[in-house]
């Protein structure tokens, strides 16, 4: 069912964990099967220096997570916003159909990262990046409705830490 | 690499002594037992045999048995020509059902029957009460399953039989997983259907049965021949039912010793589980539960992902998470029981079996603490930790 390049992620995913003092974080919700990913970048110069995954998923979704990461260290943010599905499916040596849905979610991670960290910076946000970010929103908002508890813990205890 | 399969639920490995039984089946001893001759005969002799062996079983007559080809075929005859054959237009079933008698319960539905689905309680027991509260005059038939599939939950069927024996009802339980591993009467629990399967208990794929009490009126689902006394037309799978019948005298045979070791094995993986993984918890019943089912559920990690990691290892397990699902939708029985969608995400089961070793139950949940500490440190959600 899964190709080995999935498997050999999903077994041993790459930049997993988070970062200390991110310049940009993007939470996504899968209102599909009810996953949660958070991604999170370092950025100079308008180039991803660093960048690190925290997802809650299938096998798919694991994997995605991994090689996105691959994918989007080195690459400017506006190459790194524009990873798709289907890079992410071509890289992985593709998907079942019924799992593409879990690459979109590592691609909705990073434009929400690229998002965050433009937003922050007071710099101008492409249209088309605007777009997916108000879409992403409604189903982040359902998505955390259904994991309210943990994700409340959770974010507190970055406060905490911070 | 070491290899351990738990998931004796889904299928069983034909145990060699069976195999045994039924080699001459498929070599000399090949005829059809319709056949006047002596290659017939000897068939058809064997056949008897391994009916006597399943009706004393479950303390029915021989004329009561009737083989079939799946529990699917089984559950399918009861809800798409019993129950047709039979007054009335309301059925009455469980929502813990395998997917064969909730689908058959639909298609009646669309044959203008009226469907009442019973509540359960968060082990997914049904309550006897609610069933005579459910049963109306025009009830014609109750179907509750001896024991679920995902978390091993035995249900109250005596008591339930009772209740529908009292009310004039007709009343079928899908014994797939049960039968061999707990006992079954069908005179003392008032049951009037019953079905099982031959590849849960150690027999090959092929064969199941379907108990049908003297008196019950029956139609058959598949029509030809007048094999099964015109009850299941079909070349008798002859093999395949030596099998099945050899495959229940040894489960019977061997219940009570073997029933008394996988408790024990099943107990010391449920305690040691909950023990040593934070954040994880029983599904079912701690009791009323199949002596080899372990159904458990961890925060913070999704099913497939722990299933994926476990299999690396060699250790074979099921889940009903949403994201294992064709349909992406978590188990109907988890949810049933009051489960809520994240919680069911977590679901692991293991089932042991026969040839289930102490050692491998140790590995298994050694390779389980690793694997769940994992899959949380990539997690977002770590709460406590
Ligand atoms: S994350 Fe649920 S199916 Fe992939």
Redesign the interface.
């Known amino acids: 069912m899964y190709s080995k390049e999935v498997l050999e992620h999903f077994k041993q995913p790459h930049n997993y964990g988070k970062i200390k003092n991110p310049d940009g974080v993007g939470k996504v919700g899968n209102v599909v099967c009810g996953d949660v990913m958070w991604l999170y970048i370092k950025v100079k110069d308008g180039v991803i220096t660093d960048i690190k995954f925290e997802t809650f998923g299938c096998v798919a979704a694991l994997a995605s997570s991994s090689i996105i990461t691959d994918l989007a260290k080195g690459k400017t943010l506006e190459k790194a916003a524009a990873i798709g599905r289907k890079e992410i499916v071509d890289s992985l040596g593709g998907l079942p159909p019924i799992k593409v849905h879990c690459s979109v979610l590592a691609s909705d991670a990073l434009s929400e990262a690229v998002y965050d960290y433009l937003k922050k910076k007071g710099k101008e946000i492409p249209a088309d990046l605007e777009r997916k970010h108000k879409r992403i929103g409604k189903e982040k908002e359902i998505i955390e409705e259904k994991y309210h508890d943990w994700v409340k813990v959770e974010e507190k205890m970055h406060e905490d830490k911070a | 690499m070491e290899r351990s399969y738990l998931d004796y639920a889904a299928t069983t490995p034909v145990d060699p002594r069976v195999l045994e039984a039924m080699l001459p089946y498929l070599r000399e001893q090949f005829g059809n037992p319709a056949s006047m001759h002596s290659f017939g005969r000897d068939a058809a002799q064997a056949l008897e045999q391994a009916r006597e062996t399943v009706a004393k079983a479950i303390n029915a007559d021989v004329n009561e048995i009737v083989f079939t080809g799946s529990a699917t075929e089984s559950n399918n005859t009861v809800f798409k020509t019993i129950a047709l054959a039979n007054k009335g237009k309301h059925v009455i079933i469980s929502p813990i059902e395998h997917d064969c008698v909730l689908n058959s319960a639909r298609w009646l539905k669309g044959q203008g029957y009226e469907v009442t689905t019973l509540p359960v309680d968060r082990f997914g027991l049904v309550k006897p009460q609610d069933v005579a509260a459910a049963i109306r005059h025009d009830t014609v038939l109750v179907s509750v399953m001896h024991a679920n599939n995902e978390m091993g939950t035995i249900e109250p069927i005596g008591e339930i039989g009772a209740v529908c024996r009292k009310a004039g009802v007709l009343f079928h339980t899908d014994a797939a997983q049960s039968f061999g591993k707990v006992p079954i009467d069908v005179r003392k629990m008032n049951i009037d259907l019953l079905t099982a399967s031959s590849h849960k208990m150690y027999g090959p794929r092929g064969a199941a049965l379907l108990f049908v009490r003297k008196g019950v009126k029956f139609a058959p689902l598949l029509h030809g021949g007048g094999h099964e006394g015109g009850k299941r037309s079909s070349t008798v799978n002859v093999a395949a039912i030596v099998g099945f019948g050899k495959a229940v005298g040894l489960c019977m045979d061997e219940m009570e010793a073997e029933g008394k070791r996988e408790r024990q094995l099943r107990d010391w993986m449920i305690s040691q589980i909950l023990e040593r993984i934070p954040k994880s918890y029983l599904n079912g019943h701690p009791e009323k539960r199949l002596p080899n089912n372990v159904n458990v559920r961890f ?4 099913g ?2 722990v299933l ?2 476990l299999d ?1 290892e060699g250790i074979a397990a099921s889940t009903a ?4 699902s ?1 349909k ?1 939708e978590p188990s109907h029985v988890l949810l049933a029981c009051g489960l809520r ?2 919680e069911a ?1 977590g679901s692991l089961r293991f089932s042991i079996g026969r040839f289930t070793k102490e050692e491998e139950v140790k590995r298994a949940v050694a390779v389980l603490e690793k694997v769940i500490k994992e899959l949380r ?8 930790r």
Do not use: N
């Open positions: 925060d913070f990690v999704e497939e992902a994926m990691r690396a998470s949403a994201c294992s064709p992406l969608h994240e995400h440190d990539i997690s977002p959600f770590k709460e406590g």
